[in-house]
């Protein structure tokens, strides 16, 4: 399998409710595009304060500078493929920067591909 995963930050005019909210709105729009290609799409909000991070726990507060991690799960290298062949397109690639441009940090945006090893797990076992 191959992930993409996506760091983004938020524009420093937006805050963490709105930047959720609005890239929210922002993966239904993707999803339009990209739905056959995908078999898992993920976002994940980073949480910067919690009751465990304290200096009494010695947990600090993460230093994760992203405001969000996305996850884009497809079946094959050929799969991504398309799913670059598609963002590429004129009237995709339009739509998806001008809204993204709204509250975005478009400098901040990090992509990796990986290739994808699972662990199976059962009652008892991880097995690698």
Same mark, same amino acid.
């Not at 009237?91 to 940090?105: C, H, L, S, Y």
């Given at each position: 399998m191959v992930k993409l995963i996506i760091l983004i930050k938020?524009?420093? %005019?937006?805050?963490?409710?709105?930047?959720?909210?609005?890239?929210?709105?922002?993966?239904s729009l993707a999803l339009n595009y990209l739905k056959d290609v995908l078999i898992d799409?993920?976002? #994940?909000?980073?949480v910067k304060e919690h009751p465990y991070m304290s200096?009494?726990?010695?947990?600090e507060p993460s230093q994760f500078e992203y %405001? !969000? !991690?996305?996850?884009?799960?497809?079946? #094959?290298?050929?799969?991504?493929n398309v799913l670059f062949s598609i963002l590429a397109e004129p009237k995709v690639k339009e739509v998806i920067r001008a809204d993204g441009e709204t509250f975005?940090?478009?400098? #901040?945006i990090r992509i990796l591909v990986c290739e994808e090893e699972r662990s199976k797990l059962s009652d008892d076992t991880v097995t690698f």
């Amino acid at each position: 399998m191959v992930k993409l995963i996506i760091l983004i930050k938020r524009r420093p %005019d937006i805050t963490h409710a709105e930047f959720r909210d609005r890239y929210e709105r922002h993966a239904s729009l993707a999803l339009n595009y990209l739905k056959d290609v995908l078999i898992d799409y993920r976002r #994940s909000y980073p949480v910067k304060e919690h009751p465990y991070m304290s200096a009494e726990t010695g947990i600090e507060p993460s230093q994760f500078e992203y %405001d !969000v !991690v996305t996850e884009m799960r497809l079946r #094959s290298k050929e799969d991504l493929n398309v799913l670059f062949s598609i963002l590429a397109e004129p009237k995709v690639k339009e739509v998806i920067r001008a809204d993204g441009e709204t509250f975005q940090d478009p400098t #901040s945006i990090r992509i990796l591909v990986c290739e994808e090893e699972r662990s199976k797990l059962s009652d008892d076992t991880v097995t690698f």
